[in-house]
């Protein structure tokens, strides 16, 4: 993944198994603040235009949802070297957000997501492991 730079701030893109490109903004991770529906990654920016995802998910209300990912998904993504988190605020529905998610979660396989395979915790040693 490369970014440029705009005005707004850095903006993103993301491949999907798809094949689809999906355009996400990127902010640190705890200094982005909305209340609306979003698609959304925690990521590792390394500084030279790469990222590797940790986590990736919707929701109806962005601000809730963080709120509870506080003490679980966002604090286990900044133990894995997260740093950022990307929006995407652009889908029109719930549905288009699970399918958005869904194409992410396909091709990135971010290792919090990775249910059956070793989430939480135990997803959290086998990132280490890596």
Partial sequence: MTFSTATCGRIGWWRGASGTQWITSAFPIDQFYYEGP???LFAQHN???HCDAKYVGQ????DRRMSEHYRDKMFLARLLGANE?????LATSEAERFRIETDLRRQLEPILNLQGKGSGLFGLAAAFRR
């Fill in 59 to 62: 929701t109806g209300d962005y």
């Fill in 47 to 49: 500084g030279y235009g």
């Fill in 38 to 40: 979003a698609v959304y």
């Fill in 85 to 89: 988190v990307h929006v995407h605020l």
